[in-house]
């Protein structure tokens, strides 16, 4: 099984395909309340326990992270905010034996859509063109975007999404 993890400062968003590519579980977490730091601490812990939950349940075999992105919001205390995310989210998964990779943006979206500068409207439209019933069970453009980097870390493994 491989899983796909898009996340903020404020939320996170999960996919875990398996082999075949079929969707197994995608879901998303926000934080609504106000405060940068009550943010970064929710999206730790729901990671945590969405993390913790899939693993009792599934074979977690691959994850991949999306790398932050530093430097394109012009606020440095978000691009260090992304990134004290990201370790968060490593180190959790690596207490649990799980390889992780991180993987850019540009990257997962060439590999698995095509074209690595698509917005998330042009990845929405390719999820739906190429698996339509899976793009009916995301809520989220986040969940799309997991989703898809699920399928990343899946076509990883046998060269093909």
């Given amino acids: 099984m491989h899983m ?3 996340y903020s400062t404020k939320k996170v968003a ?12 995608v879901e998303s977490h926000e934080f609504k309340g106000k405060g940068y730091d009550s943010g970064f601490e929710f999206v730790v812990n729901e990671y945590r326990r ?25 606020n440095p205390q978000t691009a260090i905010r992304m990134s ?15 390889p ?5 943006v540009s990257t997962w979206k060439k590999d698995v859509c095509g074209n690595g ?3 998330k409207a042009h990845v929405a439209h390719w999820l739906y063109e190429n698996h339509p019933g899976i793009r009916s069970l995301c809520s989220t453009d986040d969940e ?15 060269d093909g999404v």
Avoid: T
């Avoid at 999960?14 to 579980?25: F, K």
């Avoid at 004290?84 to 799980?98: E, F, K, P, Q, W």
């Avoid at 992780?100 to 850019?104: E, G, I, N």
């Fill in 4 to 6: 796909g993890v898009d």
């Fill in 117 to 119: 500068g698509f917005d």
């Fill in 50 to 74: 969405l993390l913790y939950r899939w693993l009792l349940y599934y074979q977690v075999g691959s994850l991949a992270l999306e790398a932050p992105i530093v430097g394109l919001s012009g």
């Fill in 14 to 25: 999960a996919a875990l395909v398996d082999e075949r590519g079929r969707l197994l579980a």
């Fill in 144 to 158: 799309v975007d997991a989703v898809c980097i699920a399928l990343y870390s899946r076509g990883r493994k046998d």
């Fill in 100 to 104: 992780v990779s991180l993987v850019p």
């Fill in 84 to 98: 004290m995310v990201c370790g968060a989210m490593m180190l959790i998964s690596n207490d649990h034996r799980l």
